[in-house]
């Protein structure tokens, strides 16, 4: 592989999810290939931090309690300061970049500049990031990733609405957001209906990259062959698929409990998402049967 030009041009490529669609699996596969490089954090969610909260300061990011963005600081924080604690002369001394990447993620203003730095140090790998939540950015925020990289690829992955929406109640029934921020499972799902359009979200990425930079992979197809859909990513990156891992890849990320979603619900998804559906195939031209009741 060529060394690349420019260390500070950015990521090669994004994992932009949605979440809860195989992006854990796919980081821990590529964070252990040879030939590519990744944050020591799986997700930088800058593009989503900067619509999220624009102009945020470090207080704000540390102090205000907002949900799981503010852990995301100060747990990380909290576990690179253990690590200093127990060994500072290897973090001090040893590993001095590691620590300057982690003071600049926690301290210093994420902005573009901060962003490209992230990626400095991948001279000779294909680097990148993996953020679901990208996917549902407005076009907006995509445009702002595209004038930033116009060059990079870009990884979508869709799973069937019915076990995506599920998979992503379980986990906020457990961590209290649907009690808290919904009050009812039928509350949650009618706001997943009505803001989260795959189709609409994959147009919007598609107006800003070429069907050559952009990688549509389905749920479906990495529980069906894991090694084949591995292969399929390093294919798009055109790096070669590590033989190494041909056993590490069917070993599932966040396989989560098997419990069904009553069948009232299934319904009311299946409808939700029906014309999304129904768009979305004319969008990908591989869209798995078991998408279409």
Known sequence: MPPKPNSASGPDFIGVGPEKTGTSWIDTQLREHPDVSLPPVKELRYFWETNAFPGEIFWHRINVKRSWHREQYVSYAIKRLKSLIRNPIHSIFIDRKRLAWDINYVLRSHDDRWYLSCFEEAYDKVSGEISPQYFFCPS???EAVHNLLPMCKIIVTLRRPIDWVWSFAKMNM???IIESYYKTLDRYIDSKIANCS???SLGHWKKFYPEKRLLVLFYDNLVEDPWKYYCAICSFLEIIPDKKRRAKVAEMVNMGSKECLPDRLVAKI???W???IRALSS???N???SWID
């Open 140 to 142: 907006s925020q995509i």
């Open 174 to 176: 457990k961590n209290g």
């Open 198 to 200: 795959y189709s609409g």
């Open 270 to 272: 299946k409808n939700g």
């Open 274 to 276: 029906k014309d999304d």
């Open 283 to 285: 969008m990908v031209p």
């Open 287 to 289: 869209l798995p049967a």
